[in-house]
């Protein structure tokens, strides 16, 4: 799980409640780019790992959101990989693509390359997960390249480093509605035992029963091996 990144200098989480807002900010590889907290996705990794085993979890939230840990091979062997962060589509350069992780470490210094894991990154990563969550807008968009179709970023960087499958969105998602979606398909998923195609079509049919618009529950879609996972032991 890797979740909440660090992307404000005043947040609270940092030591003596980060660097003075109003100081200098240090370059960024983002250029004017910025991004706020995402409010909810701490409570959507707290839902999502209620109940499964500490011993067989990891955490990284907060300024642990780092890029040097996913870089360094930390999430190699987990079965299951989930970012709840922002990420960024570069529809012209698909590589350029990028989850937006802790801008921060928790002295408040300014992280490598400004937190952004770039496709092109990815690529090079041993990641031989079962299912890899990209809980952030525009996730499985691309360019269209005569010849190829879909030159998507983000998926078909983590399926090239190892990766079965991805859940990806297709447009902006809000953090209310996401983290409902993502605790519904988990409890199917592992609580269950479905596959991950049914565990998405549960958990949207869900929510569209209880109401919930199409742009809120619709934007998520699988890529990669169509097959069920194996049983999730305790």
């Known amino acids: 799980m890797v979740a909440d990144p660090v992307y404000e200098p005043g947040d609270e989480r940092l030591a003596k409640g980060g660097r003075d807002p109003g100081a ?10 910025s991004f706020r907290r995402l409010l909810l996705a701490g409570a959507e990794a707290e839902a999502i790992l209620a109940g ?6 990891h955490r990284a939230e907060g300024v642990d959101a780092q890029k040097t840990m996913v870089l360094g091979g930390a999430l190699t062997g987990y079965r299951v990989v989930h970012f709840a962060t922002h990420g960024l589509l570069d529809a012209r350069q698909p590589h350029l693509s990028f989850l937006a992780l802790s801008e921060f470490d928790a002295e408040g210094r300014p992280a490598a390359d400004a937190g952004a894991l770039y496709a092109h990154e990815i690529y090079g990563l041993d990641l031989p997960a079962e299912l890899v969550v990209l809980s952030a807008c525009d996730t499985a968009l691309g360019r269209q390249v005569r010849g190829e179709g879909l030159v998507s970023g983000l998926p078909r960087a983590f399926l090239h480093a190892g990766a079965a499958r991805v859940l990806v969105s297709l447009w902006e998602v809000g953090d209310t509605s996401t983290r409902a979606l993502m ?3 988990y409890r199917a998923l592992i609580g269950r035992g479905l596959s991950p195609t049914r565990a998405l079509q549960e958990a949207q049919t869900t929510l569209w029963r209880a109401g919930r618009p199409p742009y ?4 998520f879609i699988l890529q990669g091996d169509p097959r ?3 049983p999730f032991t305790p």
């Open 24 to 33: 200098p900010a240090a370059a960024s590889a983002r250029g004017p780019l």
């Open 52 to 57: 499964l085993p500490a011993a067989r979890t």
């Open 183 to 185: 605790t519904l398909f």
């Open 216 to 219: 809120q529950w619709a934007p």
């Open 228 to 230: 069920p996972l194996p």
